[in-house]
């Protein structure tokens, strides 16, 4: 049966990239993938993307603007979704970047890394924003992790830019964490959400693999 993802276009994501990667993945298969600004287009669609990057402020209120907001939410309620970088952030409660209410999809908060002066295991000091390639480490809730790091290794590289880091108020909603630091959660899952702060579509091999179980994820 065919299926469409559709990719939030509220003026605030890193459209291009993230829709190339999922036509890649999605070609050969029943999946068509749309960018769309269009609220009745995010009802209709199967599967929903929900990218993100600037401020979160900004993002929270192009979102209201836009009227994807109440799309979006629904998304969240009953199909799959997967939020990347500022696109995860927003699920949660609550930001300490300009104090900025989020969509209270998953409990919590995000904070800005507090790393002045620190330094890393070469010598050279950690600099905020985190920009680059990190390991990732999928957590085991029940003994098993989530369902989307299927052929994805523990430790696998992935690339990050971010200053700010989710803090889920229970672990059992984080899917995977990242040293930078310290440990932090750097992807989130809740029911039908997934989400994460490292960008899958600029992660070549595993970021592809990521969204190729997407497509295929029935949670």
């Given at each position: 049966?065919?299926?469409?993802?559709?990719?939030?276009?509220?003026?605030?994501?890193?459209?291009?990239?993230?829709?190339?990667?999922?036509?890649?993945?999605?070609?050969?298969?029943?999946?068509?993938?749309?960018?769309?600004?269009?609220?009745?287009?995010?009802?209709?669609?199967?599967?929903?993307?929900?990218?993100?990057?600037?401020?979160?402020?900004?993002?929270?209120?192009?979102?209201?603007?836009?009227?994807?907001?109440?799309?979006?939410?629904?998304?969240?309620?009953?199909?799959?979704?997967?939020?990347?970088?500022?696109?995860?952030?927003?699920?949660?409660?609550?930001?300490?970047?300009?104090?900025?209410?989020?969509?209270?999809?998953?409990?919590?908060?995000?904070?800005?890394?507090?790393?002045?002066?620190?330094?890393?295991?070469?010598?050279?000091?950690?600099?905020?924003?985190?920009?680059?390639w990190n390991e990732v480490w999928p957590?085991?809730?029940?003994?098993?992790?989530?369902?989307?790091?299927?052929?994805?290794?523990?430790?696998?590289?992935?690339?990050?830019?971010?200053?700010?880091?989710?803090?889920?108020?229970?672990?059992?909603?984080?899917?995977?964490?990242?040293?930078?630091?310290?440990?932090?959660?750097?992807?989130?899952a809740r029911d039908n959400i997934f989400?994460?702060?490292?960008?899958?579509?600029?992660?070549?091999?595993?970021?592809?693999?990521?969204?190729?179980?997407?497509?295929?994820?029935?949670?």
């Amino acid at each position: 049966m065919a299926q469409t993802v559709a990719v939030v276009d509220y003026g605030m994501g890193n459209l291009r990239s993230v829709s190339q990667a999922l036509m890649h993945v999605a070609a050969g298969t029943d999946s068509r993938v749309i960018v769309t600004q269009s609220p009745e287009d995010v009802l209709a669609a199967e599967r929903v993307v929900l990218p993100g990057q600037g401020a979160m402020r900004d993002c929270m209120a192009e979102l209201e603007r836009s009227g994807l907001k109440p799309a979006v939410l629904d998304a969240a309620a009953r199909k799959p979704l997967f939020g990347v970088c500022i696109g995860m952030q927003m699920l949660l409660d609550h930001s300490e970047e300009q104090d900025t209410p989020g969509l209270g999809l998953v409990p919590g908060r995000v904070q800005r890394f507090r790393l002045e002066g620190r330094l890393q295991s070469d010598g050279s000091h950690y600099k905020v924003p985190q920009m680059g390639w990190n390991e990732v480490w999928p957590l085991r809730h029940g003994g098993a992790r989530h369902a989307l790091w299927t052929d994805v290794p523990d430790g696998a590289l992935f690339y990050f830019v971010h200053s700010y880091y989710a803090c889920p108020s229970d672990e059992c909603h984080t899917a995977a964490q990242t040293d930078y630091g310290g440990r932090f959660t750097c992807a989130v899952a809740r029911d039908n959400i997934f989400a994460t702060q490292f960008h899958p579509e600029k992660s070549s091999h595993h970021g592809l693999t990521l969204y190729r179980n997407f497509l295929s994820w029935m949670p």
